[in-house]
């Protein structure tokens, strides 16, 4: 894979919100959430080959040396719904967040506190 990247960097993502099914019968389920941690990605804004103009890809890697072969994820900009910017927390300095339709928010920072 050959990125030519507009920006690309450092970010912490906040773990998806994933559930893990314990017991099913019938009608009753019962489901805990996946516990997870933030994990550091390093992320490219792109433009795709053969895209539209107006079109971008942010991609995320474990780190800059997997650019070559392996992807980690991707956030579809074309499903964006909303990007909050300047997110007050106690925890996370430059937190923003990105809602996209197919899920329902990534929670990005540039540094721990």
């Not at 009608?27 to 992320?43: A, D, G, Q, T």
């Not at 539209?52 to 072969?69: C, I, R, T, V, W």
């Not at 392996?70 to 809602?99: A, V, W």
Request: hydrophobic share 35%; with cysteine.
């Amino acid at each position: 894979m050959d990125l030519e990247a507009i920006c690309a960097g450092w970010l912490i993502k906040s773990p998806s919100s994933k559930y893990v099914t314990l017991f099913s019968r019938g009608k009753i389920s019962i489901r805990v959430p996946l516990k997870s941690k933030w994990h550091r990605r390093y992320f490219v804004l792109h433009k795709p080959q053969g895209s539209l103009p107006h079109q971008y890809a942010f991609d995320y890697f474990k780190g800059e040396m997997d650019m070559s072969n392996r992807r980690r994820g991707s956030i579809n900009l074309e499903e964006c719904e909303t990007i909050l910017s300047n997110l007050d927390s106690s925890h996370y300095n430059h937190l923003f967040s990105i809602k996209t339709k197919a899920r329902d928010k990534f929670d990005l920072t540039s540094y721990i506190l």
